[in-house]
């Protein structure tokens, strides 16, 4: 997958920045981090310019969708900018939470 996404990133134009999500899980050990960072050593070896993480913790998403009063701190990474998930209306925070879930695997 790195190879395929840091050959359509030719150069400064970078129109196909890599949007990458991943269960918290994936940030809990040492080995977990010193993959990741494998990973995106890789994607910038092979030409890659951009890449866009999430850790997100799923649990947490949920929560502050069904409550986001509770969570006024939580930035959230939405293609192109970061928010903070309580500024975004409902139906943009559902479309958030889909794709995090979703991609979260």
Known sequence: MTQAIAS????????????????????????????LMALMEAHFEL?????????VDAEKI????????????????VTGFSA????LSKEFRQLVVNRLIREAV
């Open 8 to 35: 359509v990133q030719p150069g400064y134009g970078n129109t196909a920045p890599w949007q990458l999500e991943l269960d918290i899980g994936y940030a809990k050990t040492e080995q977990a981090v010193e993959n």
């Open 62 to 77: 949920l929560a502050a969708h069904a409550n986001p009063d509770l969570y006024p701190d939580l930035i959230v990474r």
């Open 47 to 55: 030409g890659g310019t951009l890449i866009n993480i999430n850790i």
């Open 84 to 87: 903070y998930f309580t500024s």
